[in-house]
């Protein structure tokens, strides 16, 4: 009987690896990287070596072999070798097998060569050692099963220990047990990290145990073995060690070298029409310190630029080292830029500043001699309450004549140019400046108020006398605070401030200019380490182009979170219940970023350019009327529907009508023509296990099916709704498909629901509507809550090795393209890079999906077989 025992070895690995590659890998929507499946080979290959090795040379010593084979002429070297690479060819044959995986997701996605191709060098670097160890315990026993435990037990055994015995020896010693940890060493190769150390490691264990087998063959041969082959496989054995203990952790001897970003890069269509529609030059100049950041994060931020520079004649793209001496000349050449830009901007200020610190000085003389005289006032016979406000202006006066020189030494430091200031702060000048003229202009037209008022006999000639002095100062401070604030917002003061920072993208158009800072483009969980940034390249692209669309505009929007939270949904919260993340976002796009909450203060009022009302409803209501809090709310949007304005009314579920009171919002919102069904919400039935389901209370959406301008941006980017309601009426933007496991659900707040009671949902509903008025007023209504929080609209994943990649990137998507839609800017709105962080697999349709993980789970593995079989029986017949 022909049993083709490696094609079946063969098999059963790729029918592993496909199970991996169509449950983690190939899912619409999943991000396009092989890592899974090599994690996965790595520990298969644990187990799957040592049964390549365990009959190499056992069961030839079992079945009488072994003798006939060292009687011929082959040396000790060239067996040992011959058994070595036949097993290598093997387990190569056995990886290639797996290679319909990388076509199969070439097809959906683009894949990263670089990266794979370094995943499967680290596998076989990892097999080689393996195959080495296997040989050695082969060479050992006439048992091939001994062989294969042995071998097998040695490596899991390895593995396992060195994840546990760190915890129990003193910390300085747990990073050996690390570096022998043969997971940590292939786990960088699976992310596309080529570590020279990892290199020496698995090639050191390969080659010396070659060498202990050469030994053992010699030992069969001969009675005695020649010495210098005993000490040269101890040497290397030692080398070995040398190896583990300090090439692998001498940073100073290694090698890193980053395999992925080998699919070249490419802008988004956006960005490249952007580039097209340049008619004068323009200049993107990336500050960042090359000798901190990870080498992954200059070479991405060098394509995204080269891709720039390509992309329009127009452009001029440079990356400048702050800390470097060599960057000196390129740096001053940009601050002389800047400033023959902003030179108006900058003479104007420059002289108002002066004036103004002229002014503030002469205020310090008039209050040091001013104070003299009130005191003397005191002296004369005054009332009580004149005696009290005297005895307070002598205070003030006196301060500021002994400490108001400090705010002009302030000014002064804020215009001083340095190495750690390369511009004059004039935003922060002008700042403090207005914040003291425009107090003391407001005190002292009270005092002449004061000294003209009836003052008693004794003083009333002096307070008269002084009036005018007092109305004079007051007036020359009033007039440069007027000056000074009229100056508006100074471009160039704020592009002074962030230089300070040192790192950023700074984007010079032929009349205007912006910075984008380090924190925005680089995030910190990146800029400091050697890990594989993969999201920087496309995020600074997203960034850029937004901040090169807002120099184009003349007015930019303002957006204005409303709501009635007791604390700021701008900054920090518990459990990122805020909106930081999309704050960021817009003000990546220079739009301005406001918050009112009705409550606290009346309706704001804004300069030109179009204005975003954010309404976020509360998330718990106590009772079944509206709060106070909550009906203000309510008025305030009301109000701001009548005066025609652009908003994004966020709804949350209700418990109102299942109780027979009619939800506020839904009736506001059926105002504007749109219906609510804030009562019952959208859940989902999954399987998470065998006879183990569970509901969700949200639902992932990939797909938008909707032609409307925002839901085209959004579609394909993964989007996150927890809590969604059904709506009715407008434009649909997001809409979800009729499926028996979706229902909506009256008890949606039960932990535990009663699913067989449950109808499914047998029509299409939408979750996301527009609505355009004939007034040209826009409105869009979203059903769910929470959708724009940090917690949802900021969350990521961990890929290994430092990788990050955006879990929901739809929502950043679909808050931004509605915000541009709202405020009239609809040919900004296109499918942005934001959701490309990572390459995901696309258009894969759920039949296509079943298709291919039938063909490579089930039909790879069986053609295997059957090919060899076939072979095999052809060759047997001759």
């Given at each position: 009987?022909?049993?083709?025992?490696?094609?079946?070895?063969?098999?059963?690995f790729?029918?592993?690896?496909?199970?991996?590659?169509?449950?983690?890998?190939?899912?619409?929507?999943?991000?396009?990287?092989?890592?899974?499946?090599?994690?996965?080979?790595?520990?298969?290959?644990?187990?799957?070596?040592?049964?390549?090795?365990m009959?190499?040379?056992?069961?030839?010593?079992?079945?009488?072999?072994?003798?006939?084979?060292?009687?011929?002429p082959?040396?000790?070297?060239?067996l040992?070798?011959?058994?070595?690479?036949?097993?290598?060819?093997?387990?190569?044959?056995?990886?290639?097998?797996?290679i319909?995986?990388?076509?199969?997701?070439?097809?959906?996605?683009s894949?990263?060569?670089?990266?794979?191709?370094?995943?499967?060098?680290?596998?076989?670097?990892?097999?080689?050692?393996?195959?080495?160890?296997?040989?050695?315990?082969?060479?050992?026993?006439?048992?091939?099963?001994?062989?294969?435990?042995?071998?097998?037990?040695?490596?899991?055994?390895?593995?396992?220990s060195?994840?546990?015995?760190?915890?129990?020896?003193?910390?300085?010693?747990?990073?050996?047990?690390?570096?022998?940890d043969?997971d940590?060493?292939?786990?960088?190769?699976?992310?596309?990290?080529?570590?020279?150390?990892?290199?020496?490691?698995?090639?050191?264990?390969?080659?010396?145990?070659?060498?202990?087998?050469?030994?053992?063959?010699?030992?069969?041969?001969?009675?005695?073995t020649?010495?210098?082959?005993?000490?040269?496989?101890?040497?290397?054995?030692?080398i070995?060690?040398?190896?583990?203990?300090?090439?692998?952790?001498?940073?100073?001897?290694?090698?890193r070298?980053d395999?992925?970003?080998?699919?070249?890069?490419?802008?988004?269509?956006?960005?490249?029409r952007?580039?097209?529609?340049l008619?004068?030059?323009?200049?993107?100049?990336?500050?960042?310190?090359?000798?901190?950041?990870?080498?992954?994060?200059l070479?991405?931020?060098?394509?995204?630029?080269?891709?720039?520079?390509?992309?329009?004649?127009?452009?001029?793209?440079?990356?400048?080292?702050?800390?470097?001496?060599?960057?000196?000349?390129?740096?001053?050449?940009?601050?002389?830029?800047?400033?023959?830009?902003?030179?108006?901007?900058?003479?104007?200020a420059?002289?108002?500043?002066?004036?103004?610190?002229?002014q503030?000085?002469?205020?310090?003389?008039?209050?040091?001699?001013?104070?003299?005289?009130?005191e003397?006032?005191m002296?004369?016979?005054?009332?009580?309450?004149e005696?009290?406000?005297?005895?307070?202006?002598?205070?003030?006066?006196?301060?500021?004549?002994?400490?108001?020189h400090l705010?002009?030494?302030?000014?002064?430091?804020?215009?001083r140019?340095?190495?750690?200031?390369?511009?004059?702060?004039?935003?922060?000048?002008?700042?403090?400046?207005?914040?003291?003229?425009?107090?003391?202009?407001q005190?002292?037209?009270?005092?002449?108020?004061?000294?003209?008022?009836?003052?008693?006999e004794?003083?009333?000639?002096?307070?008269?006398?002084?009036?005018?002095?007092?109305?004079?100062?007051?007036?020359?401070?009033?007039?440069?605070?007027?000056?000074?604030r009229?100056?508006?917002?100074?471009?160039?003061?704020?592009?002074?401030?962030?230089?300070?920072?040192?790192?950023?993208?700074?984007?010079?158009?032929?009349?205007?200019?912006?910075?984008?800072?380090?924190?925005?483009?680089?995030?910190?969980n990146?800029?400091?380490t050697?890990?594989?940034?993969?999201?920087?390249?496309?995020?600074?692209?997203?960034?850029?182009?937004?901040?090169?669309?807002?120099?184009?505009?003349?007015?930019?929007?303002?957006v204005?979170?409303?709501?009635t939270?007791?604390?700021?949904?701008?900054?920090?919260?518990?459990?990122?219940?805020?909106?930081?993340?999309?704050?960021?976002?817009?003000?990546?796009?220079?739009?301005?970023?406001?918050?009112?909450?009705?409550?606290?203060?009346?309706?704001?009022?804004?300069?030109?350019?179009?204005?975003?009302?954010?309404?976020?409803p509360?998330?718990?209501?106590?009772?079944?009327e509206?709060s106070?809090?909550?009906?203000?709310?309510?008025?305030?949007?009301?109000?701001?529907?009548?005066?025609?304005?652009?908003?994004?009314?966020?709804?949350?579920?209700?418990?109102?009508?299942?109780?027979?009171?009619?939800?506020?919002?839904n009736t506001?919102?059926?105002?504007?023509?749109v219906?609510?069904?804030?009562?019952?919400?959208?859940?989902?039935r999954?399987?998470?296990g065998?006879?183990?389901?569970?509901?969700?209370?949200?639902?992932?959406i990939?797909?938008?099916?909707?032609?409307?301008i925002?839901?085209?941006?959004?579609?394909?980017?993964?989007?996150y709704?927890?809590?969604?309601?059904?709506?009715?009426?407008?434009?649909?933007?997001?809409?979800?498909?009729?499926?028996?496991?979706?229902?909506?659900?009256?008890?949606?707040?039960?932990e535990?629901?009663?699913?067989?009671?449950?109808?499914?949902?047998?029509?299409?509903?939408?979750?996301a509507?527009?609505?355009?008025?004939?007034?040209?007023?826009?409105?869009?209504?979203i059903?769910?809550?929470?959708w724009?929080?940090?917690w949802?609209?900021?969350?990521?994943?961990?890929?290994?090795?430092?990788?990050?990649?955006?879990v929901?990137?739809?929502?950043?998507?679909?808050?931004l393209?509605?915000?541009?839609?709202?405020a009239?800017?609809?040919?900004?709105?296109?499918?942005?890079?934001?959701?490309?962080?990572?390459?995901?697999?696309?258009?894969?349709?759920?039949?296509?999906?079943?298709?291919?993980?039938?063909?490579?789970?089930?039909?790879?593995?069986?053609?295997?077989?059957?090919?060899?079989?076939?072979?095999?029986?052809?060759?047997?017949?001759?």
């Amino acid at each position: 009987m022909i049993i083709p025992t490696g094609a079946i070895v063969a098999a059963l690995f790729t029918f592993s690896c496909g199970i991996v590659f169509v449950s983690k890998v190939l899912p619409p929507n999943s991000i396009a990287s092989m890592q899974p499946v090599f994690e996965f080979a790595a520990w298969l290959l644990l187990l799957l070596c040592p049964a390549i090795t365990m009959r190499l040379i056992a069961e030839e010593r079992r079945v009488g072999t072994w003798e006939l084979l060292l009687s011929s002429p082959v040396t000790s070297f060239e067996l040992a070798k011959g058994k070595f690479l036949s097993a290598l060819l093997f387990l190569l044959v056995v990886l290639l097998s797996t290679i319909p995986l990388v076509v199969v997701l070439e097809l959906y996605a683009s894949v990263d060569y670089g990266a794979v191709a370094s995943g499967y060098f680290g596998l076989l670097l990892l097999g080689s050692a393996v195959i080495g160890t296997g040989l050695v315990i082969s060479a050992l026993t006439t048992s091939q099963t001994v062989a294969y435990l042995v071998t097998a037990f040695i490596w899991l055994t390895l593995s396992l220990s060195m994840k546990v015995l760190p915890v129990y020896v003193p910390t300085r010693f747990a990073d050996i047990f690390f570096a022998i940890d043969p997971d940590l060493r292939i786990a960088s190769f699976s992310i596309g990290l080529i570590d020279t150390a990892n290199i020496v490691y698995f090639l050191t264990i390969a080659i010396a145990s070659g060498w202990i087998v050469i030994v053992g063959i010699e030992r069969t041969r001969q009675a005695t073995t020649s010495v210098w082959k005993v000490v040269l496989c101890g040497v290397l054995l030692v080398i070995s060690i040398i190896a583990l203990n300090n090439l692998s952790l001498n940073n100073h001897l290694r090698l890193r070298i980053d395999a992925t970003g080998t699919r070249s890069y490419t802008l988004s269509d956006q960005t490249s029409r952007l580039l097209q529609e340049l008619q004068a030059p323009w200049k993107i100049v990336v500050l960042i310190d090359a000798y901190q950041a990870s080498k992954p994060v200059l070479r991405q931020v060098d394509e995204v630029l080269r891709r720039y520079e390509k992309g329009s004649p127009f452009i001029n793209v440079q990356r400048i080292n702050p800390s470097d001496p060599d960057s000196i000349e390129a740096y001053d050449a940009l601050l002389r830029d800047l400033v023959e830009l902003y030179g108006d901007e900058l003479k104007t200020a420059e002289f108002a500043i002066k004036e103004g610190v002229y002014q503030f000085s002469m205020l310090i003389t008039f209050a040091s001699s001013t104070s003299a005289w009130a005191e003397s006032l005191m002296e004369l016979q005054v009332t009580s309450e004149e005696q009290d406000t005297l005895r307070a202006l002598v205070a003030a006066l006196s301060l500021l004549g002994s400490e108001g020189h400090l705010i002009v030494d302030e000014v002064d430091k804020a215009m001083r140019v340095n190495e750690g200031q390369p511009l004059p702060q004039i935003s922060f000048a002008r700042d403090i400046l207005v914040a003291a003229s425009g107090q003391w202009a407001q005190e002292l037209a009270e005092v002449a108020l004061w000294l003209s008022q009836g003052r008693s006999e004794s003083i009333a000639a002096f307070c008269s006398k002084e009036t005018i002095q007092f109305e004079l100062m007051a007036a020359k401070l009033a007039e440069v605070d007027e000056r000074l604030r009229r100056l508006g917002a100074l471009e160039l003061g704020q592009l002074a401030s962030q230089l300070t920072l040192g790192e950023g993208a700074i984007i010079l158009s032929p009349h205007r200019a912006t910075m984008i800072p380090s924190s925005v483009l680089f995030p910190k969980n990146f800029s400091r380490t050697n890990s594989i940034a993969i999201d920087q390249r496309f995020r600074g692209e997203q960034i850029i182009s937004s901040a090169m669309r807002s120099l184009q505009s003349d007015v930019l929007p303002t957006v204005v979170f409303v709501h009635t939270e007791a604390t700021s949904l701008l900054g920090q919260r518990p459990n990122n219940i805020d909106v930081r993340a999309v704050k960021g976002l817009l003000e990546s796009s220079r739009f301005g970023v406001e918050e009112w909450i009705p409550t606290e203060t009346p309706r704001p009022k804004f300069g030109d350019g179009p204005v975003v009302w954010i309404i976020i409803p509360p998330t718990n209501r106590a009772g079944l009327e509206p709060s106070p809090r909550e009906q203000t709310l309510l008025d305030a949007v009301y109000n701001l529907l009548a005066d025609n304005q652009p908003i994004m009314l966020n709804i949350q579920p209700s418990l109102l009508p299942r109780y027979g009171h009619k939800d506020p919002w839904n009736t506001l919102a059926s105002s504007f023509g749109v219906s609510i069904d804030s009562e019952h919400v959208l859940v989902e039935r999954v399987a998470v296990g065998q006879n183990a389901l569970e509901i969700q209370r949200g639902q992932m959406i990939t797909n938008t099916n909707s032609e409307h301008i925002i839901s085209r941006a959004v579609n394909g980017r993964q989007l996150y709704l927890p809590l969604p309601i059904a709506l009715e009426g407008g434009e649909s933007i997001i809409t979800i498909q009729p499926s028996e496991d979706r229902w909506l659900d009256q008890q949606w707040e039960r932990e535990i629901a009663d699913i067989e009671s449950k109808e499914p949902l047998e029509t299409e509903i939408s979750i996301a509507t527009a609505v355009e008025n004939s007034n040209g007023g826009r409105t869009i209504v979203i059903g769910s809550g929470g959708w724009l929080l940090s917690w949802v609209a900021d969350r990521a994943i961990s890929l290994g090795g430092g990788q990050i990649a955006m879990v929901n990137p739809g929502n950043s998507e679909l808050f931004l393209a509605s915000v541009e839609w709202l405020a009239g800017l609809d040919g900004w709105i296109a499918a942005g890079p934001i959701g490309q962080q990572t390459t995901r697999v696309e258009g894969l349709s759920e039949s296509m999906y079943l298709t291919w993980a039938v063909i490579l789970v089930l039909g790879i593995p069986a053609s295997l077989i059957g090919t060899v079989t076939i072979v095999t029986i052809r060759r047997h017949r001759r």
